[in-house]
């Protein structure tokens, strides 16, 4: 059984910083690619950052790039998202997620945590 559980979430003030961590089991954790969605209210849920296998490809969407880091340490199967200087644009619920290294769609998820910035 294949679990993804996302912790770090909750209310900070804007400029402020949170660290996401990502718990995964019932994987082969350095066989995937990790990702780090997130979705807004009224909004579609969008890639915020992606991680390969080995961690020697990153991905940030523009809005993040400067401020959020994304990292993973596959001997703890943890993924890892740092967001310093969080602007209230921001604030949606973050999803980690995972795909094996040689497939195009992301197939697990996990239940998501809210994070919230306020002005």
């Known amino acids: 059984q294949v679990q993804l559980v996302e912790s770090g979430g909750g209310l900070v003030q804007a400029g402020g910083s949170l660290r996401l961590s990502c718990a995964a089991s019932?994987?082969?954790?350095?066989?995937?690619?990790m990702g780090w969605y997130r979705q807004a209210p009224g909004k579609e849920r969008e890639l915020v950052a992606s991680i390969s296998a080995s961690s020697s490809t990153l991905y940030y969407t523009d809005s993040v790039k400067g401020r959020f880091t994304i990292s993973r340490d596959n001997a703890k199967n943890t993924l890892y998202l740092q967001m310093n200087s969080l602007k209230p644009e921001d604030t949606a619920v973050y999803y980690c997620a995972a795909r094996y290294y040689r497939a195009s769609s992301y197939v697990y998820w996990g239940q998501g945590t809210q994070v919230t910035v306020s002005s």
């Open positions: 019932g994987i082969t954790f350095g066989n995937y690619t």
